[in-house]
């Protein structure tokens, strides 16, 4: 394993993610890590593709500036090996394939879209550094689908990608028969394993998290289902602007905090959820913990 910098890139419906993580040995030979550069740029590639069924001109000259700046920051800290994903937004695109060949023309970066059930099983790996037993939900939901994966001990039973994201929902791009799916499927987990709690992944679950009562505690990140629908509540009844104003909100995130937090809480309902826990992780963080498994055999 070679120690040093692994870099991952994530280009989602509502933003473009970076982070570069410090990977290393400590003095028990155990294999840790820290962030030591984290960048999100609110490009919204959803906005046009869930209206027009493309990435617009303006758009692909900010996702080619956004990656260019990705690929120096990554020559700076001399990064080891990267992965860039590229996910619902741009696999919708009639053009996506189309700007992914002129980033890596331009930048050099290598960006590879990937399925939804592919981006699920990559949110995944934090399970094995939440070291969760028995049986969970990993739910993660982003601007243009929503990943729900059943796991039991670490391993996945069932996995699913709902075309349900919250720029998709404000874009009023959602279709009943796909929540029909959701709710059907959720229904059967419950079912079939009886009442089940939830892993949450997310800027909108983590952004819920910090606004509760809850964020100041020790330990693992448990946001009570009920305390959810308190804030959701609270924050329906509220303009952007003012969810802006009381909560410290950024614009880009006081929109889709409450379809968010709907699918969140449609799912937990139906499962019997008592709380959801967040490990404030996300697709990121999944991508380096597979370079990192890749990279195990490299001297």
Not at 12 to 25: E, H, M, P, Q, S
Not at 26 to 55: C, M, W
């Amino acid at each position: 394993m070679r120690q040093g910098f692994y870099a991952a890139i994530d280009i989602g419906t509502n933003a473009a993610r970076f982070v570069i993580k410090n990977v290393y040995l400590n003095d028990k030979h155990q294999l840790n890590s820290y962030a030591v550069q984290e960048l999100r740029v609110p490009l919204r590639l959803g906005v046009d593709v869930f209206r027009t069924g493309s990435i617009g001109m303006k758009k692909e000259e900010q996702l080619i500036n956004t990656m260019a700046c990705f690929k120096a920051l990554m020559e700076i800290y001399d990064v080891i090996d990267y992965r860039a994903l590229a996910t619902s937004a741009v696999r919708e695109a009639k053009n996506g394939e189309a700007i992914m060949w002129r980033i890596r023309k331009e930048t050099g970066v290598d960006v590879k879209i990937i399925s939804g059930e592919t981006e699920a099983g990559t949110i995944v790996k934090i399970a094995k550094d939440l070291k969760l037993s028995g049986d969970w939900v990993f739910m993660d939901v982003g601007g243009g689908s929503t990943e729900i994966t059943l796991c039991s001990d670490g391993r996945i039973i069932d996995s699913h990608s709902y075309p349900l994201g919250t720029l998709r929902i404000l874009a009023g791009a959602d279709k009943p028969e796909t929540w029909k799916k959701l709710r059907s499927a959720i229904s059967g987990y419950r079912q079939e394993y009886g009442k089940l709690n939830v892993v949450g992944t997310g800027g909108n679950i983590n952004r819920y998290w910090k606004l509760s009562d809850h964020k100041d505690k020790k330990g693992h990140h448990i946001l009570p289902v009920e305390d959810l629908k308190d804030l959701y509540d609270e924050l329906s009844g509220m303009s952007v602007a003012e969810r802006m104003l009381k909560f410290k909100l950024k614009p880009d995130r006081a929109d889709v905090i409450i379809p968010a937090g709907n699918l969140f809480l449609t799912v937990s309902e139906l499962l019997g959820s008592d709380y959801i826990l967040t490990p404030m992780t996300g697709l990121g963080d999944g991508i380096i913990d597979n370079l990192i498994d890749d990279n195990m055999n490299v001297i």
